[in-house]
T-cell receptor, first 115, second 113 residues
Framework: AQTVTQSQPEMSVQEAETVTLSCTYDTSESNYYLFWYKQPPSRQMILVIRQEAYKQQNATENRFSVNFQKAAKSFSLKISDSQLGDTAMYFCAFVNAGNNRKLIWGLGTSLGVNP | KAGVTQTPRYLIKTRGQQVTLSCSPISGHRSVSWYQQTPGQGLQFLFEYFSETQRNKGNFPGRFSGRQFSNSRSEMNVSTLELGDSALYLC????????????FGPGTRLTVT
């Protein structure tokens, strides 16, 4: 079965601090794409960062970076210099390569950034 | 480019009725996917359309159906509504070719009473 596990239902961090959100996944495919999405209280789902499984280099997008460990099937998100606007639900998801765009989702981590 | 748009944003329906939700993808995107989001089940894939053809389908009953038009706009229909169909329905678009990231609309909040 293809699954995504986010083991931290809730997390909090102080403004300007760094926080890491965990994600593990399971797929039998060798080529896939991993994503972190953010869903603030407005419910708009926003793409934060993506990682191609065939690339060893970890993706970075401004204050957001990932630690991708393919053998361990781990894909954690690090948020540096946390801001109040980072308060949201964060979802980890993946899609197998090929003629499909079916995202497999984790249940999310609720992140609160405290002033 | 304009983002993904979904209409209506909110709907209240009665059990047994049917409903149609609409999604307009980002210009040039040919793939539209639909997801159901509920507190209990999280995000679940409904189906994906690419160039007017259903390319993938999730594990939902036949009451859930969709279609895609030649301009890539997509509609989702739910017939014989049940209380458990109350959810946020999200539409996502992707170029559907060589890229895999999906961009989401604001969602339609459906409440079944």
């Amino acid at each position: 079965a293809q699954t995504v596990t986010q083991s931290q239902p809730e997390m909090s961090v102080q403004e300007a601090e760094t926080v890491t959100l965990s994600c593990t996944y399971d797929t039998s495919e060798s080529n896939y794409y991993l994503f972190w999405y953010k869903q603030p209280p407005s419910r708009q789902m926003i793409l934060v960062i993506r990682q191609e499984a065939y690339k060893q280099q970890n993706a970075t997008e401004n204050r957001f970076s990932v630690n991708f460990q393919k053998a361990a099937k781990s894909f954690s998100l690090k948020i540096s210099d946390s801001q109040l606007g980072d308060t949201a639900m964060y979802f980890c998801a993946f899609v197998n390569a090929g003629n499909n765009r079916k995202l497999i989702w984790g249940l999310g981590t609720s992140l609160g950034v405290n002033p | 480019k304009a983002g993904v748009t979904q209409t209506p944003r909110y709907l209240i329906k009665t059990r047994g009725q049917q409903v149609t939700l609409s999604c307009s993808p980002i210009s040039g995107h040919r793939s539209v996917s639909w997801y159901q989001q509920t507190p209990g089940q999280g995000l679940q894939f409904l189906f994906e359309y690419f160039s007017e053809t259903q390319r993938n389908k999730g594990n939902f009953p036949g009451r859930f159906s969709g279609r895609q038009f030649s301009n890539s706009r997509s509609e989702m229909n739910v017939s014989t509504l049940e209380l458990g169909d109350s959810a946020l329905y999200l539409c996502a678009s992707s170029s559907g070719l060589t890229t895999y990231e999906q961009y989401f609309g604001p969602g339609t909040r459906l409440t079944v009473t």
